[in-house]
Nanobody
Framework: QVQLVESGGGLVQAGGSLRLSCAAS????????MGWFRQAPGKEREFVVA????????NYPGSVKGRFTISRDNAKNTVYLQMNSLKPEDTAVYFC?????????????????WGQGTQVTVSS
């Protein structure tokens, strides 16, 4: 099972940008689809974006489309989340996740491995 470690979170003003990274180890990274999820205090975990194992398919919900971009570098075993035009409502702990089927699903239960999360705080 792949192990995941997120990094790149922090405090940013509204309208700013952050890039999150998720480094994978212990598995064949290129065989996994990768997803980003987030969870704000008192709320359920929310799907952010996902990318298929070969990077050809991505899945963006309306709340982040046009602002967030997911990408992966299979040579570096890393997936990235570029977040632009950040809003206070984007404040949450961001988690990356991996699924062995390789499909860019939006459902958390379909993912096999999870990182520990990284905090993103957007001030108004």
């Amino acid at each position: 099972q792949v192990q995941l470690v997120e990094s790149g979170g922090g405090l940013v003003q509204a309208g700013g940008s952050l890039r999150l990274s998720c480094a994978a180890s212990g598995g064949t990274f290129s065989s996994y689809a990768m997803g980003w999820f987030r969870q704000a205090p008192g709320k359920e975990r929310e799907f952010v974006v996902a990318i298929s194992r070969n990077g050809e398919m991505t899945n963006y919900p309306g709340s982040v489309k046009g602002r967030f971009t997911i990408s992966r570098d299979n040579a570096k075993n890393t997936v990235y989340l570029q977040m632009n035009s950040l809003k206070p409502e984007d404040t949450a702990v961001y988690f990356c996740a991996a699924n062995r089927v390789g499909v860019a699903w939006s459902t958390p239960g379909r993912y096999d491995s999870w990182g520990q999360g990284t905090q993103v705080t957007v001030s108004s």
